[in-house]
């Protein structure tokens, strides 16, 4: 944030500094950072009051305060930014927000055309953010954010269309230009009808870039509009010029060319270069156009007198109740009250087969339900529904940047300076080294470079890639936050994983019943008495044998510590460990107890049902390793990581997952935050390190490792904290991930190679270093060509992340 004069004072509002104790710290927290004058916090007023004396100041003294653990109330938004055009009007947008009063941070990414900004709420707010971008040619779109969206697919419609139709003409009105430049050039008034074709083109059709630089010089900035008003505007004054003083040239006994053609195609590729742009760049962003589509504009509300009403999705409130029909999209997220069907969740999950729903299942907006009907209470609408996070957690991690986008940022920023002057200085030893056709060939060959050289293609390599590669992610229920984290999973070669919901299904569940003599008559006995049974295991034998009946009983009682036992028909039956069965001297047989002993060795709880002589079934329940588990530790394993599991399971328990799913380094009984200690060893050791959790005792590990990956179905704040979120807690989606991190940073390689080499090779041969070896020159009009196609070169890379496996 800027200070705009000296010695300002700023008011920053404060979090959690209720106590003396807490001034104190942040006092000398604020001491640390330079160039704040004066500092002192106010606690009755909530605030720090400090004296500031540069730009960088404000979010020195933010992050300091953060650092010691204390809040400052900002606010953060992202806003669309219209009319940018390349990667500098970008960098000359997040310049002028960075300089606003207030503004604590700010991040334009060209590639999704969003601004990201945080600032302090009583210093700025949106509308004066807005007239500053307007200053500078551009604007930003600060409506409500429901139906942010719409208005911008209708302006970006509208510009598309816009930007069609300028391409088209600027092609028909150059294709004569170009036939008589080259073919007839000594044809009867060859030079004025090249003139009237090119002059509409020039003026008319790229008059937008000359009024972007225009904006740009008063702010004593410059961009890729600057380069190529100076380049066609040189060419056509230059062009004129010679038109109507040819005897200035041929009194000097020069031929005066005229260049009407390079000035009118440099505008027509560059406008198509842009069209092409516009297109691919608008594939790239598919993924939230897809996620969007998920969710239905109305719904059938149920009214308290039990009418139903079509109401829109915005105006739906927590609590109401909502008709689903066969094959309806689910609006909102919610529980359902009545009625069964199968819901499809593959937009979630990425698992095809629907999902059974029944009354107290959760139901989530986008999914869409099969053949039967329901009704569901409403639970999160509006922005608050898991479609809505996603939504967002998508834009955010395409707006983002990753590390190396920050270093192609800078290079941008000074790139357009340098070309000019590479440009000057191309003149220059052009009209000096260049003899009787200096002048007229310096004058091309700085034309040639400020055309060649638009950073269009630097600045859309990495952005492009991220966009796709975030958007894939999301397709393959891989929902990544940021791009620095999918940058950094190409490097992970370590993972930690929790078992516990992680590896297991997190939850017990019955993994084998065996019956004496096969005879499983008495079942629904077994069912009736586990229905009545508080113990947590007596759930999963309830949920084991769903669609048994159970039968009335005449007397249950629990037995702590042991099982339970009821009466049915005056016989007595018992359901509980071995001990309470030996307490009632109830025989056990040698088949059954094979069972038991075998189940135990593989760590599994083992409960027994008998009646009052002998055992009738032993039951086997454990947390059940999920099915896919075993062959992602396989696949991750393959691609060189080494993988770690750390539980709070005693030592029995965990090294018999260890075994079964063939994880080599395990530690049990491990409390929490030596979780995090455990990454910090690994990290010393030079590892990059993921973390992969599920619950909130995982929340400080995910904090701690290099890649934080969270499981869709754990807890709110694991999700909160990782930088990945598996929504269908499908372990195979990790090595998913990293392939799919080191796909996008090949991309990234190769689209930041081509761009640099493009300008590295375009530029001297642009400024004629061939003339002397074999008197090539580069013509300013394949320049153009070459500058526009570089830009969709890099787009159309970037675009086939998507169809890779």
């Given at each position: 944030m800027a200070a705009n004069n000296s010695n300002e004072i700023i008011y920053l509002p404060l979090e959690d500094v209720e106590s003396e104790h807490c001034a104190l710290i942040v006092e000398k927290g604020l001491e640390q950072v330079k160039g704040i004058d004066s500092h002192k916090v106010e606690l009755n007023n909530r605030r720090a009051v400090i004296t500031v004396d540069n730009s960088e100041v404000v979010a020195g003294a933010v992050k300091a305060i953060r650092d010691l653990g204390y809040g400052v109330s900002t606010v953060q938004n992202t806003f669309p930014v219209l009319g940018m055009t390349c990667a500098s009007c970008a960098g000359s947008t997040e310049s002028i927000v960075?300089?606003?009063?207030?503004?604590?941070?700010?991040?334009?990414?060209?590639?999704?055309?969003?601004?990201?900004?945080?600032?302090?709420?009583?210093?700025?707010?949106?509308?004066k953010l807005q007239k500053a971008v307007q200053s500078i040619g551009y604007d930003l779109l600060i409506e409500d954010e429901n139906t942010q969206q719409e208005t911008?697919?209708?302006?970006?419609?509208?510009?598309?269309?816009?930007?069609?139709?300028k391409t088209i003409w600027a092609i028909i009105l150059s294709i004569p230009v170009v036939i008589i430049g080259m073919f007839f050039m000594d044809m009867p008034y060859a030079n004025p009808i090249m003139w009237f074709f090119a002059t509409p083109v020039v003026i008319w059709l790229g008059k937008d870039f000359f009024i972007n630089a225009w904006k740009q010089a008063k702010h004593r900035s410059a961009n890729m509009d600057t380069l190529v008003a100076l380049s066609t505007s040189i060419a056509y004054i230059f062009s004129v010029f010679n038109m109507l003083f040819a005897d200035f040239w041929h009194q000097r006994g020069l031929h005066a060319h005229v260049y009407f053609e390079a000035a009118a195609v440099i505008i027509a590729f560059i406008l198509l270069g842009k069209l092409l742009e516009e297109k691919a760049k608008g594939n790239t962003s598919s993924a939230i156009k897809k996620l969007m589509g998920l969710q239905p504009k109305t719904v059938i509300v149920?009214?308290?007198?039990?009418?139903?009403?079509?109401?829109?999705?915005?105006?739906?409130?927590?609590?109401?109740?909502?008709?689903?029909?066969?094959?309806?999209?689910?609006?909102?997220?919610?529980?359902?009250?009545?009625?069964?069907?199968?819901?499809?969740?593959?937009?979630?999950?990425?698992?095809?087969?629907?999902?059974?729903?029944a009354e107290g299942e959760k139901v989530f907006a986008g999914t869409i339900n099969q053949k039967g009907s329901f009704r569901f209470q409403a639970i999160k609408v509006g922005k608050e529904t898991m479609l809505a996070q996603i939504?967002?957690?998508?834009?955010?991690?395409?707006?983002?940047k990753a590390p190396v986008q920050k270093l192609v940022d800078k290079i941008a920023g000074i790139?357009?300076?340098?070309?000019?002057?590479?440009?000057?200085?191309?003149?220059?030893?052009?009209?000096?080294?260049?003899?009787?056709?200096?002048?007229?060939?310096?004058?091309?060959?700085?034309?040639?470079?400020?055309?060649?050289?638009?950073?269009?293609?630097?600045?859309?390599?990495?952005?492009?890639?991220?966009?796709?590669?975030?958007?894939?992610?999301?397709?393959?229920?891989?929902?990544?936050?940021?791009?620095?984290?999918?940058?950094?999973a190409k490097k992970v070669n370590a993972i930690v994983l929790d078992k516990t919901g992680t590896i297991t299904e997190g939850r017990p569940q019955v993994t084998g019943i065996q019956w004496q003599d096969d005879d499983d008559s008495a079942k629904n006995i077994l069912l009736s008495i586990?229905?009545?049974?508080?113990?947590?295991?007596?759930?999963?034998?309830?949920?084991h044998l769903q669609g048994v009946q159970d039968i009335p009983l005449s007397q249950f009682d629990s037995i702590t510590g042991k099982g339970a036992k009821a009466k049915h028909k005056g016989q007595i039956y018992f359901v509980g460990n071995k001990k309470l069965l030996q307490e009632n001297n109830i025989a056990i047989?040698?088949?059954?107890?094979?069972?038991?002993?075998?189940?135990?060795?593989?760590?599994?709880?083992?409960?027994?049902?008998?009646?009052?002589?002998?055992?009738?079934?032993?039951?086997?329940?454990?947390?059940?390793?999920?099915?896919?588990?075993?062959?992602?530790?396989?696949?991750?394993?393959?691609?060189?990581?080494?993988?770690?599991?750390?539980?709070?399971?005693?030592?029995?328990?965990?090294?018999?997952?260890?075994?079964?799913?063939?994880?080599?380094?395990?530690?049990?009984?491990?409390?929490?935050?030596?979780?995090?200690?455990?990454?910090?060893?690994?990290?010393?050791?030079?590892?990059?390190?993921?973390?992969?959790?599920?619950?909130?005792?995982?929340?400080?590990?995910?904090?701690?490792?290099?890649?934080?990956?969270?499981?869709?179905?754990?807890?709110?704040?694991?999700?909160?904290?990782?930088?990945?979120?598996?929504?269908?807690?499908?372990?195979?989606?990790?090595?998913?991930?990293?392939?799919?991190?080191?796909?996008?940073?090949?991309?990234?390689?190769?689209?930041?190679?081509?761009?640099?080499?493009?300008?590295?090779?375009?530029?001297?041969?642009?400024?004629?270093?061939?003339?002397?070896?074999?008197?090539?020159?580069?013509?300013?009009?394949?320049?153009?060509?070459?500058?526009?196609?570089?830009?969709?070169?890099?787009?159309?890379?970037?675009?086939?992340?998507?169809?890779?496996?």
């Amino acid at each position: 944030m800027a200070a705009n004069n000296s010695n300002e004072i700023i008011y920053l509002p404060l979090e959690d500094v209720e106590s003396e104790h807490c001034a104190l710290i942040v006092e000398k927290g604020l001491e640390q950072v330079k160039g704040i004058d004066s500092h002192k916090v106010e606690l009755n007023n909530r605030r720090a009051v400090i004296t500031v004396d540069n730009s960088e100041v404000v979010a020195g003294a933010v992050k300091a305060i953060r650092d010691l653990g204390y809040g400052v109330s900002t606010v953060q938004n992202t806003f669309p930014v219209l009319g940018m055009t390349c990667a500098s009007c970008a960098g000359s947008t997040e310049s002028i927000v960075k300089s606003q009063e207030g503004v604590v941070s700010a991040s334009v990414n060209f590639a999704t055309g969003n601004l990201t900004v945080e600032y302090l709420p009583n210093m700025t707010d949106a509308i004066k953010l807005q007239k500053a971008v307007q200053s500078i040619g551009y604007d930003l779109l600060i409506e409500d954010e429901n139906t942010q969206q719409e208005t911008l697919e209708a302006i970006h419609a509208q510009k598309f269309q816009k930007l069609k139709t300028k391409t088209i003409w600027a092609i028909i009105l150059s294709i004569p230009v170009v036939i008589i430049g080259m073919f007839f050039m000594d044809m009867p008034y060859a030079n004025p009808i090249m003139w009237f074709f090119a002059t509409p083109v020039v003026i008319w059709l790229g008059k937008d870039f000359f009024i972007n630089a225009w904006k740009q010089a008063k702010h004593r900035s410059a961009n890729m509009d600057t380069l190529v008003a100076l380049s066609t505007s040189i060419a056509y004054i230059f062009s004129v010029f010679n038109m109507l003083f040819a005897d200035f040239w041929h009194q000097r006994g020069l031929h005066a060319h005229v260049y009407f053609e390079a000035a009118a195609v440099i505008i027509a590729f560059i406008l198509l270069g842009k069209l092409l742009e516009e297109k691919a760049k608008g594939n790239t962003s598919s993924a939230i156009k897809k996620l969007m589509g998920l969710q239905p504009k109305t719904v059938i509300v149920i009214q308290t007198d039990g009418t139903e009403k079509q109401t829109a999705i915005e105006d739906v409130n927590v609590g109401e109740v909502i008709l689903v029909k066969p094959g309806e999209k689910i609006a909102v997220d919610g529980m359902v009250t009545s009625g069964t069907s199968y819901v499809d969740e593959s937009m979630l999950s990425g698992e095809p087969v629907p999902v059974l729903k029944a009354e107290g299942e959760k139901v989530f907006a986008g999914t869409i339900n099969q053949k039967g009907s329901f009704r569901f209470q409403a639970i999160k609408v509006g922005k608050e529904t898991m479609l809505a996070q996603i939504i967002k957690m998508v834009q955010d991690a395409q707006g983002s940047k990753a590390p190396v986008q920050k270093l192609v940022d800078k290079i941008a920023g000074i790139f357009v300076p340098v070309v000019i002057g590479i440009a000057i200085l191309t003149f220059i030893l052009w009209f000096i080294l260049g003899g009787e056709n200096g002048v007229v060939q310096g004058m091309l060959a700085a034309i040639t470079v400020l055309v060649i050289a638009c950073p269009c293609a630097l600045g859309l390599a990495t952005p492009t890639a991220i966009m796709v590669g975030v958007g894939k992610g999301a397709e393959k229920g891989i929902l990544i936050k940021d791009a620095e984290s999918l940058e950094l999973a190409k490097k992970v070669n370590a993972i930690v994983l929790d078992k516990t919901g992680t590896i297991t299904e997190g939850r017990p569940q019955v993994t084998g019943i065996q019956w004496q003599d096969d005879d499983d008559s008495a079942k629904n006995i077994l069912l009736s008495i586990e229905k009545q049974s508080e113990h947590p295991l007596a759930e999963a034998v309830v949920k084991h044998l769903q669609g048994v009946q159970d039968i009335p009983l005449s007397q249950f009682d629990s037995i702590t510590g042991k099982g339970a036992k009821a009466k049915h028909k005056g016989q007595i039956y018992f359901v509980g460990n071995k001990k309470l069965l030996q307490e009632n001297n109830i025989a056990i047989s040698e088949y059954l107890l094979k069972h038991a002993a075998d189940w135990s060795r593989q760590s599994k709880t083992v409960i027994w049902f008998a009646d009052s002589k002998k055992a009738l079934s032993v039951i086997a329940i454990s947390d059940k390793i999920k099915e896919t588990s075993v062959i992602a530790i396989q696949k991750m394993q393959e691609i060189g990581i080494d993988l770690y599991m750390l539980t709070g399971d005693n030592e029995t328990t965990t090294k018999a997952i260890a075994e079964q799913t063939g994880i080599k380094h395990y530690k049990a009984e491990v409390l929490p935050q030596h979780k995090a200690d455990f990454i910090k060893e690994l990290q010393q050791q030079g590892k990059t390190v993921a973390m992969v959790g599920d619950g909130i005792n995982d929340s400080t590990a995910l904090a701690t490792a290099d890649v934080s990956i969270a499981m869709g179905k754990g807890s709110d704040i694991a999700m909160d904290v990782a930088k990945m979120t598996i929504i269908s807690s499908d372990l195979t989606k990790i090595p998913e991930a990293i392939k799919l991190s080191r796909q996008t940073v090949a991309t990234i390689k190769q689209n930041l190679f081509w761009a640099f080499i493009y300008n590295l090779v375009g530029i001297p041969l642009a400024a004629g270093i061939l003339y002397p070896v074999n008197g090539f020159q580069l013509n300013p009009m394949i320049a153009g060509a070459a500058m526009a196609l570089s830009s969709v070169s890099v787009v159309t890379n970037s675009l086939r992340l998507k169809w890779k496996k």
